[in-house]
């Protein structure tokens, strides 16, 4: 099993950065491909970048590729999302989730969810 925290996220003005960290308990972490989410107000759930176990397997769909990138620590139990050039669109809370197997890009085929971090952006 294992939990997920979020963090990182925060007030940031319109062009700016942030980098967003998913803390993960559990002993096989290693095993688990990472993805991020993200769901605005009334909007549906939105796949933004995901981490294969390996590592060799990467995805980021073209409305944010270029902006975000997904990296993992599995030493330290860790996955991070960097943000740039943030935009008002990409305001949100935002979801570190956990599946055991291949990278997918639907919510309903991960198993373990954080609570999320909301990243507003002013402009």
């Known amino acids: 099993q294992v939990q997920l925290v979020e963090s990182g996220g925060g007030l940031v003005q319109t062009g700016g950065s942030l980098k967003l960290s998913c803390a993960a308990s559990?002993?096989?972490?290693?095993?688990?491909?990472m993805s991020w989410f993200r769901q605005a107000p009334g909007k549906e759930r939105q796949f933004v970048a995901g981490?294969?176990?390996?590592?060799?397997?990467?995805y980021t769909p073209d409305s944010v590729k270029g902006r975000l990138t997904i990296s993992r620590d599995n030493a330290n139990k860790m996955v991070y999302l960097q943000i740039n050039s943030l935009k008002p669109e990409d305001m949100a809370i935002y979801y570190c989730?956990?599946?055991?197997?291949?990278?997918?890009?639907?919510?309903?085929?991960?198993?373990?969810w954080g609570q999320g971090t909301q990243v507003t952006v002013s402009s």
């Open positions: 559990g002993r096989t972490f290693a095993s688990y491909t």
């Open positions: 989730a956990a599946r055991l197997g291949v990278l997918k890009y639907a919510g309903d085929d991960y198993e373990y």
């Open positions: 981490l294969s176990w390996t590592g060799d397997s990467a």
